[in-house]
């Protein structure tokens, strides 16, 4: 999406990026927990470079 984090996911998890993007969006509108993952993972990524 926006800082990468999806394609950062796929490459360590090996799935494909579309699923981990659909998952993000549907964590985000059905349980409200997606953005708040997302960011935890970006600062998981930026302190892993």
């Known amino acids: 999406m926006i ?23 549907v964590s985000v509108l059905f349980f409200g927990t997606g953005l708040g993952l997302y960011i935890i993972l970006w600062i998981v990524k930026m302190l892993s470079k």
């Open 3 to 25: 800082l990468g984090v999806s394609e950062w996911l796929s490459e360590k998890l090996g799935w494909d990026v579309k699923l981990i993007r659909i998952a993000f969006v």
